[in-house]
């Protein structure tokens, strides 16, 4: 669930299958459409299970995360230690945070070259095996991306967009 402040400021409420609320600030404010709705589209649309959400669904947290309801597990702290560890070492988080941030890129500035050729060559800085997704997949996260965007533009202040991270873009 993601709330609009005033001016650029968001944040949102990761609901895990665990029954726990996991606040989530925003961690940028310059841009129009929310960083962390790039990641959402992103992940989705290529199937990203151990992306940024992914990786919360799961049980981390990360920086100013904090669990707001629901059940806390006895081992939460040293879960989403490993569960960042694990994400970390594999380079999922990073390609999620590069994926996300060219697909962002298109939908923010308006772009409307080769978004595969460009996700392509930013791969080949967090990857050395080929590229695993399609041109098509990459369309289907920036079309994603700009429905979910235009719904956040027509949201009045305090007002919420709710998404559903699993099954937003397939």
């Not at 400021?9 to 990761?14: F, I, M």
């Not at 895990?16 to 989530?24: E, I, M």
């Not at 409307?112 to 098509?136: I, K, N």
Request: a positive charge.
């Amino acid at each position: 669930m993601f709330t609009k402040g005033a001016g650029r400021d968001y944040w949102c409420h990761v609901h895990r299958p665990d029954g726990a609320v996991v606040f989530v600030p925003s961690f940028d404010r310059k841009h129009r459409v929310p960083h962390d709705l790039a990641h959402v589209a992103t992940e989705s649309a290529l199937g990203i299970e151990d992306g940024v959400f992914g990786s919360i669904m799961a049980g981390a947290l990360m920086g100013d995360m904090r669990v707001v309801s629901g059940g806390r597990r006895h081992d939460a702290r040293q879960r989403s230690e490993k569960i960042l560890r694990a994400n970390t070492a594999s380079r999922a988080l990073t390609v999620a945070e590069v994926l996300a941030a060219v697909v962002h890129d298109a939908v923010e500035s308006g772009k409307r070259g080769d978004l595969h050729g460009w996700a392509r060559r930013h791969w080949g800085s967090v990857r050395q095996e080929p590229f695993p997704y399609t041109a098509a997949q990459l369309a289907a996260a920036r079309r994603l991306l700009e429905e979910l965007a235009a719904r956040w533009a027509e949201l009045p202040a305090e007002g919420e967009l709710e998404v559903d991270w699993r099954r937003a873009g397939r």
